[in-house]
C-alpha cells in the first residue's frame, strides 16, 4: 500500500521495489534465465552483463531473433519493449 497525490494505491501485481525477498526473487529468475544465454554469448564472443535485473549484452543477429528469445524466455511477463 502507498500513497500518492492524496490517493491509496494498493500493489497487486509484483514485489515492493527495495525489500530483500524481492531482491532474491529477481536474481534467482535472472540466473535462470541467463544460463542459455550467457553460454551462447561466450561462444559467439558477444558480450553479456547484468546488475540484479538490469541487463547489458551485445547481438549480432537481427532484432527478431532476440524477440524471439525474449517472447519464449518472459511470456509469462507483461513487458514491454
Known amino acids: 500500500v502507498f500513497v500518492y ?17 524481492t531482491l532474491t526473487l529477481a536474481n ?12 551462447r554469448q561466450d561462444m559467439t564472443r558477444e558480450y553479456y552483463g547484468r546488475y540484479i535485473d538490469d541487463v547489458f549484452m ?4 537481427s532484432e527478431n531473433e532476440l524477440k524471439k ?10 513487458s514491454k519493449y
Open 58 to 61: 551485445t547481438w549480432n543477429k
Open 69 to 78: 528469445i525474449h517472447n519464449r524466455k518472459c511470456k509469462h511477463l507483461a
Open 5 to 21: 497525490g492524496k490517493i491509496i494505491y494498493q500493489q497487486i501485481l509484483g514485489g515492493a521495489m527495495g525489500s530483500s525477498f
Open 28 to 39: 534467482i529468475f535472472m540466473w535462470k534465465w541467463q544460463k542459455k544465454l550467457v553460454r
